[in-house]
């Protein structure tokens, strides 16, 4: 019996707490649920079997349309070249622009840089050769980031990164890879390293979608024969670098100062102090592509370089999206006509689209098949002795004249958007799949204009300011990343008695004048501006006259003469009355 009081006791515990348990957890709202319990020891709780490989998926994806092109292939536009053996069995370039010789006593290296679309570098550096510049003096740089496979002869035509080392070398051009993959700024960058390393104290660069001409319009002949009154593009380029380090440049804008950069038509030709360019800090590689140059330029300013009054006349640099059907036009060969095809068609020539498309697609086709004979030792042959016996026409002639239509034709067919837009001839090629670093070319070009607007927010972020203008808005050195952001600013503080209001401004107001400060004014007679009159400074230019009836009713006045305002931007409904 004394055994069991101890386990009585113990069974009526264990039955006092469960029922406390269960009323405790019943009041609290506290849920209780007993899992059955495994009676085999030591098995691991296993995950949810996953399904089978190859089976069904949930997820739910899909692709893009599949892309459709319809260009023809691309075309060596040299076929000489792409027959030729050397240089020797190239057309001679125009006496009339033989390149200096000896050469001149200044270095004059040009940069011209090259990531896609071999047809478009080829016809600037020929236009380049052709127009004077010695071949020695030009620097093809590289920036395909496919590292050795261009040098290697990897990579097809079609391919946009293509570029043949071999033709470039028969031209007696310069060419020099870049490590890898570079953006705008950083192969900017490596344009002053490279001067550097070189110890140029100046260099040139230019865009590689350009056909330059010389003016061959002041070419003329004495009873002599001699020429009166020509230079080529190269001698006055020379010129141009020769002033601008005289100190005596009428191209400066401001004498006292050290130059920094001349343009020859905007930076599509440029000149470059290397010093100047080192002393600011080069490019800005945060910025790595458009706003970038304004970047830069306005820094030179803020260091007190001077930039140049407008253009350096040196010869017409046009800017052209497509290539003209055969380089030889520029060698200025006798029997030559000029000409080019549309690839695609600006909007004033819709009506003959489909009649130069089909041209293109014969053009293209007879170009191939000329592509393909040149491997013919007849051909060769043929071409060799062809070489031996080129006549160049002469200078200023109608053929020239010619050219220079079709060049601007060329030009004018970019600029009105044809064949796709300006920047058309970046995507032009499709090909390179199962070639050494083969990248999707729509991706590419998509990731540059994301990679783009990276670009301006980083500038606007750096400087407060989204405009090229930074020096005129009172940006200096020291500036940068230290200012509000200009476009998100609000007037909310009382200005002058008796009446004040603020103007809220519209998102792209700022950005859209050349004059984006705020701009406090008084709106009176004595400003040149009363009742019906108009207040020409505020927000850049923005006229007041139609908002007169709807600033009375906001301002609470019968008159608005001597109302003090500050504003971007004035529309009816955006001020308030500030108390």
Same mark, same amino acid.
């Given at each position: 019996? &004394? ?30 649920? $007993? ?74 290296? $040009? ?8 047809? +478009? ?115 006055? &380029? ?10 005596? %440049? ?33 490019? %800005? ?25 407008? @253009? ?46 089909? &041209? ?6 007879? +170009? ?73 070319? @729509? ?42 952001? @200009? ?20 998102? %792209? ?10 701009? @406090? ?59």
């Amino acid at each position: 019996m &004394a055994v069991l009081r101890p386990r009585s006791a113990i069974v009526a515990g264990l039955a006092l707490f469960f029922l406390l348990f269960v009323t405790f957890t019943h009041r609290s709202g506290l849920s209780v649920s $007993l899992a059955p319990i495994s009676l085999e020891l030591g098995t691991p709780t296993l995950p949810p079997t996953p399904p089978p490989p190859g089976g069904p998926s949930t997820a739910k994806y899909r692709h893009k349309p599949e892309r459709v092109y319809d260009q023809p292939p691309v075309v060596d536009n040299f076929p000489v070249a792409a027959a030729a053996h050397s240089a020797a069995d190239l057309p001679p370039i125009p006496p009339w622009n033989t390149p200096p010789n000896p050469h001149v006593a200044e270095n004059t290296p $040009l940069f011209i840089g090259f990531t896609r679309n071999w047809l +478009l570098l080829q016809q600037t550096v020929v236009s380049y050769i052709t127009a004077g510049w010695p071949p020695e003096d030009i620097y093809v740089v590289e920036n395909t980031g496919t590292m050795q496979s261009n040098q290697r002869g990897l990579l097809g035509l079609q391919n946009p990164f293509f570029l043949n080392y071999t033709r470039l070398g028969m031209l007696g051009v310069n060419v020099v890879p870049t490590p890898t993959l570079f953006t705008f700024a950083q192969m900017q960058n490596f344009f002053l390293y490279t001067a550097i390393e070189r110890k140029w104290a100046s260099y040139f660069w230019g865009h590689m979608d350009v056909v330059v001409l010389p003016f061959e319009e002041n070419y003329s002949t004495s009873h002599e024969g001699e020429n009166s009154g020509y230079k080529s593009l190269y001698v006055l &380029a020379v010129e141009g670098l020769r002033n601008a380090t005289s100190g005596h %440049d009428i191209h400066s804008t401001d004498p006292s100062k050290t130059w920094a950069l001349r343009f020859f038509s905007y930076d599509r030709l440029a000149l470059v102090n290397t010093a100047a360019f080192e002393a600011v800090g080069g490019w %800005d590689a945060a910025i790595p592509y458009y706003n970038t140059d304004c970047d830069m330029h306005e820094r030179l300013k803020m260091y007190g370089y001077e930039l140049g009054d407008g @253009d350096v006349q040196a010869g017409r640099v046009f800017d052209v999206a497509d290539s003209m059907d055969d380089l030889i036009y520029l060698y200025r060969t006798a029997g030559v006509e000029p000409s080019f095809v549309f690839k695609g068609q600006a909007e004033e020539e819709e009506q003959e689209a489909e009649k130069e498309k089909q &041209a293109a697609v014969e053009e293209a086709s007879r +170009l191939m098949a000329a592509t393909k004979a040149a491997a013919s030792p007849v051909l060769r042959a043929r071409d060799k002795e062809t070489a031996q016996n080129w006549v160049s026409d002469t200078a200023n002639s109608p053929t020239f004249a010619k050219l220079r239509i079709i060049v601007q034709k060329m030009e004018k067919h970019k600029a009105h958007f044809g064949g796709g837009g300006r920047l058309y001839w970046q995507v032009r090629q499709h090909g390179g799949q199962q070639e050494p670093y083969y990248r999707d070319p @729509d991706g590419f070009q998509r990731g540059i204009e994301l990679m783009q607007d990276v670009g301006r927010n980083v500038y606007a972020e750096k400087w407060g300011h989204r405009e090229c203008n930074l020096v005129d808005v009172g940006r200096k050195k020291g500036d940068e990343w230290r200012m509000e952001k @200009d476009w998100e600013y609000t007037c909310n503080r009382v200005l002058s008695a008796p009446l004040a209001f603020y103007v809220h401004h519209q998102p %792209d107001c700022i950005s859209s004048q050349s004059k984006n400060q705020w701009l @406090d004014g008084r709106y009176g007679p004595e400003n040149g501006a009363g009742d019906g009159g108009a207040y020409d400074t505020i927000g850049g230019g923005q006229s007041l006259l139609s908002y007169d009836e709807e600033l009375k009713r906001l301002v609470g006045v019968q008159s608005l003469k001597g109302v003090t305002i500050k504003a971007c931007t004035l529309e009816a409904g955006n001020a308030r009355r500030i108390p």
